[in-house]
């Protein structure tokens, strides 16, 4: 099992197709607060539907793709953060997350970021990542925000969320601007 510890509460862990149970159960309970941003709820209706993206996840570890880990507060796990992809032509790396709403407030998806952002630019070589949010997900766009990321536009009716389009916020860092910002 791939462990990386960001502090002594919060570990990243590879997900396995182990941790599908405890991933959906949270999915599940947090069902109609993540049905507001995130596309893909109705397609999770199973611990099987879980199981397959945990044993996609680690196939797109296996073969350089980026990294996506389930988020452990203190040995319970609250959340998603990772790579939605990574474009190795253009060395950028694309991050995406969710997070539990009863975990909100405490910082736990800043400093997963931060940690995870830190690994992509110093050990991945990646010149630039982006985080698209949802312009109206203000959680979600605070993230970006207080990890120094330049806002550099908004798209337009960029995603189809069950029966409306909604506007994405993008947001920037490259790597030679990237300082590990430990502010929260």
Known sequence: MF?????DDISLCLLETNHAPLLFAIVDDNRDY????????????SVETVAAFCERTRQQFAVGNGFVAGIWWRDEICGVVGHNRVDWENRAAYLGYWLSAKFQGRGIMTRSCRALVSHTFSEMGVNRMEIRCATGNLK?????????FRCEGVIRDAEWLYDHFVDHTIYGMLAGEWHGSSES
């Open 140 to 148: 979600s766009c605070a993230v970006p925000k207080r990890l120094g």
């Open 34 to 45: 993540l049905r507001q941003w995130m596309p893909w709820l109705d397609s999770t209706r």
């Open 3 to 7: 462990i990386f510890r960001v502090d």
